[in-house]
């Protein structure tokens, strides 16, 4: 099935025979589906908190972490080629003649995008390039000459925007200046993720071809942010691992082979990022994706839930620290284990199952191994019908739950009881995430060995026009976490305002 060459591209993408005979497996076995038990919701399996709580955990994250290294990491090689989905819809019609005046009427995002389009941050860009090429766009749009401004916006000639990615498109318009998504991070990092010397560690992970892109963007723009707060920013900036990279097969389940005979491989999804994340030194860790971004006017709710969250995790840690030290010394007694029993069942979400009919001395091994993983405080909004995944408690193999972030692809859709818990779900996940990477010594944890490799996916896509099947390795927040520490807790839906589409921008979180 493997020819010489094959082993040869194999081995420059850092892989192995090997790997690509249990890759090859996978397709014709499948993943197994996750066995869900019942959604999570408020108070079982999700903390809401008080007013008051909230503001204990603001004060609590701003006494501690000071004494930590904090980062914000943030996804951002998605290429904004799908926000603009509809419009290269739009070009494509109107270039074969499709009447303007007909595609207003029939199809209602045209409609607001084109009667609004001066709303957009990128209107000004757009509208003097097109001058510097001697076209009018306030001309354009009089003559409903709608194909010229798509050009103008999408193609090289113009601002390029089908060909950039998502971070550095401009999202926001201010009267000082425009601000991209990447701009808005910077931004955000001043306010809740600065330590006590006045540092900002940004770490960006973003497709090879667009990093020079960043960094170009990044040394244009950051001295005015570094002058406005006050701060010192520390940007990096990372790729995906082409080893995570995945074998494409056809619809046979054999090697999908391109063109010129070469294998064809596709990236193996966010989950592939875990191995950007295990290269982060730092104590606190705080996750969002790129296009999760809001004006100034609306950032104060983000603020003010990013250190709740960050306070929760800097408690957690607290706590679980303590008793990995008495574990470690031999020093857990009767009543501090049943205390840190309490506080595991209680206030970690283990399943109380787990210490049915054990012996103080098994119960305590029990402990170490779970206080000794990584931790994650989640926030999660309330479900108003976006597509993702949400939060779940989940059966092990052996009965026992926990609690996981579930995509609906991982579960068995021939299934209507599974089905059914699914749809029941109150919450869903924005990508709000804090984590800890560090155990009680302050030794990096291995983040590989936490992930359930059985928890990836087959997606079916095209190449060429040929129909092929993709794996997606278990995802960053879903498999890639699954045997971390994990705590959900209520957030406002204020602070989740993703940008999927263009006319997302035209939404009062964004204007």
């Known amino acids: 099935m493997l020819k010489n060459q094959d082993i040869k591209q194999?081995?420059?993408?850092?892989?192995?025979?090997?790997?690509?005979?249990?890759?090859?497996?996978?397709?014709?076995?499948?993943?197994?589906?996750?066995?869900?038990?019942?959604?999570?919701?408020?108070?079982?399996?999700?903390?809401?908190?008080?007013?008051?709580?909230?503001?204990?955990?603001?004060?609590?994250?701003e006494k501690l972490s000071a004494d930590y290294s904090i980062m914000k990491f943030v996804p951002a090689s998605g290429a904004a080629t799908r926000m603009f989905k509809n419009v290269y819809e739009w070009k494509e019609k109107l270039s074969r003649g499709y009447d303007a005046n007909m595609l207003l009427s029939n199809d209602n995002n045209a409609k607001q995008f084109?009667?609004?389009?001066?709303?957009?941050?990128?209107?000004?860009?757009?509208?003097?390039?097109?001058?510097?090429?001697?076209?009018?766009?306030?001309?354009?749009?009089?003559?409903?000459?709608?194909?010229?401004?798509?050009?103008?916006?999408?193609?090289?000639?113009?601002?390029?925007?089908?060909?950039?990615?998502?971070?550095?498109?401009?999202?926001?318009?201010?009267?000082?200046?425009?601000r991209t998504s990447f701009e808005e991070h910077l931004v955000e990092g001043a306010l809740y993720a600065k330590n006590k010397n006045g540092i900002v560690n940004i770490h960006f992970t973003v497709s090879p071809e667009h990093k020079e892109l960043f960094l170009n963007h990044y040394k244009e723009i950051a001295y005015?942010?570094?002058?406005?707060?006050?701060?010192k920013y520390q940007i990096d900036f990372s790729v995906q691992d082409p080893s995570t990279d995945t074998i494409a097969v056809d619809m046979d389940n054999n090697p999908f082979r391109e063109s010129d005979g070469k294998l064809y491989f596709r990236p193996g999804?966010?989950?592939?990022?875990?191995?950007?994340?295990?290269?982060?030194?730092?104590?606190?860790?705080?996750?969002k994706n790129i296009d999760n971004v809001v004006t100034d006017r609306l950032k104060e709710p983000t603020v003010i839930y990013k250190k709740m969250i960050g306070g929760m995790l800097l408690k957690i840690r607290e706590e679980v620290f303590k008793y990995k030290d008495f574990i470690d010394k031999n020093e857990l007694n009767e009543g501090l284990?049943?205390?840190?029993?309490?506080?595991?069942?209680?206030?970690?979400?283990?399943?109380?199952?787990?210490?049915?009919?054990?012996?103080?001395?098994?119960?305590?091994e029990l402990l170490r191994d779970?206080?000794?993983?990584?931790?994650?405080?989640?926030?999660?909004?309330?479900?108003?019908?976006?597509?993702?995944?949400?939060?779940?408690?989940?059966?092990?193999?052996?009965?026992?739950?926990?609690?996981q972030i579930i995509e609906s692809s991982q579960i068995d859709k021939n299934n209507n009881k599974q089905t059914e818990i699914f749809n029941d779900s109150?919450?869903?996940?924005?990508?709000?995430?804090?984590?800890?990477?560090?155990?009680?010594?302050?030794?990096?944890?291995?983040?590989?060995?936490?992930?359930?490799h059985k928890t990836g996916f087959i997606s079916h896509k095209s190449k060429d026009g040929r129909s092929?099947?993709?794996?997606?390795?278990?995802?960053?927040?879903?498999?890639?976490?699954?045997?971390?520490?994990?705590?959900?807790?209520?957030?406002?839906?204020?602070?989740?305002?993703?940008?999927?589409?263009?006319?997302?921008?035209?939404?009062?979180?964004?204007?």
Not at 35 to 55: H, R, Y
Not at 157 to 171: H, Q, S
Request: hydrophobic letters at 35%; one cysteine or more; proline letters at 4%.
């Open 468 to 511: 092929l099947k993709a794996m997606e390795l278990p995802g960053l927040w879903n498999g890639a976490m699954a045997n971390w520490i994990t705590v959900f807790v209520e957030v406002p839906v204020i602070t989740f305002n993703p940008v999927k589409t263009v006319n997302d921008l035209l939404r009062e979180e964004h204007q």
């Open 10 to 61: 194999i081995e420059k993408k850092g892989k192995t025979k090997d790997d690509i005979k249990n890759q090859i497996e996978l397709f014709h076995k499948g993943f197994p589906p996750i066995e869900l038990a019942k959604p999570a919701t408020p108070n079982d399996g999700i903390f809401v908190l008080s007013e008051k709580q909230i503001i204990e955990y603001n004060n609590l994250y």
């Open 269 to 287: 999804g966010h989950g592939a990022l875990i191995k950007n994340l295990n290269n982060i030194d730092s104590d606190i860790v705080f996750i």
């Open 337 to 364: 284990y049943y205390s840190a029993l309490n506080f595991a069942c209680e206030s970690l979400n283990v399943d109380k199952k787990y210490f049915e009919e054990v012996t103080k001395e098994k119960g305590t």
């Open 114 to 178: 084109f009667s609004r389009i001066k709303d957009f941050a990128f209107w000004y860009d757009l509208s003097n390039k097109m001058t510097k090429n001697g076209i009018d766009a306030e001309n354009c749009l009089k003559k409903k000459d709608y194909l010229s401004i798509i050009e103008y916006l999408l193609e090289d000639k113009g601002i390029g925007y089908g060909n950039l990615p998502k971070g550095l498109l401009k999202f926001h318009q201010y009267k000082e200046s425009n």
């Open 224 to 231: 005015k942010y570094e002058k406005y707060f006050d701060v």
């Open 370 to 403: 779970f206080f000794n993983s990584p931790i994650r405080v989640c926030g999660m909004v309330k479900n108003e019908g976006e597509p993702g995944g949400g939060p779940f408690w989940v059966k092990s193999k052996n009965k026992k739950i926990s609690l």
């Open 426 to 452: 109150t919450h869903f996940n924005p990508v709000d995430i804090v984590c800890s990477l560090k155990n009680n010594k302050g030794e990096k944890y291995e983040l590989d060995k936490y992930i359930d």
